[in-house]
């Protein structure tokens, strides 16, 4: 198996100092599983390794209004846990993309994203669509909520998936083993970014 850069697309969900720095609101929810996977680290190495090959390379960011007018009036769930933390305001130290990930010249910032899976409130499926992707990777923040949620949604559009083992962080070990043990099978490839790498020729 040969992965073509020049059909596939690297999406990276929600690399945010809310996630991934000290200080965020929800980092420390997240940081047990981020060091025993050196996802950060990981991620880092496969953008530029990804980029070099001519991979399109896709941010996607969730940011909310400092109201959070874009929510219903009484969230619940996930989205309850960002409106009481305060997370995720448009602009704020906290909705930026961190400083090892900021996006590239040629990267694609994918703008709009309200909820947990990334096709519903954007227009990522229309740019994958326009740019003739047919293979979409993804890594990030939630492996068992967004990451997942995306993942489910690219393949019923009918893209091949692969999901990275080693680039996603949960809650808590138990939930992110659960997630890649048994969802990840289903719905995509799961692999890790080392295993990636080496499918481009």
Known sequence: ???????????????????TTDGGV?????AQVMTESKMLAN?????????????????????????????GRHPY?????????K?????????AICDSLQPQQGDIVI????????????NLDFILRSKGIKTVIIGGFLTNCCVESTMRTAYEHGFDVITLSDCTAATSPE?????????????????TSRDVIGKFA
Do not use: C
């Open 77 to 85: 769930g996930i989205l309850k846990g960002v409106v009481d933390g």
């Open 111 to 122: 703008e709009g994203k309200r909820g947990l899976d990334t096709f519903a409130s954007t």
């Open 87 to 95: 997370a995720f305001i448009k602009d704020s130290w906290g909705a």
């Open 26 to 30: 929800l980092h420390g929810a997240v």
């Open 43 to 71: 991620t880092v190495e496969l953008v530029g390794s990804l980029r070099k090959k001519g991979v399109t390379i896709m941010h996607v960011p969730i940011t909310f209004s400092a109201g959070y007018n874009e929510l």
């Open 175 to 191: 939930e992110h083993a659960n997630a890649l043990k048994y969802d990840f099978p289903m719905f995509s490839t799961p692999m």
């Open 1 to 19: 198996m040969t992965i073509d850069p020049a059909t596939t697309a690297l999406v990276l969900i929600e690399y945010q100092n809310e996630f």
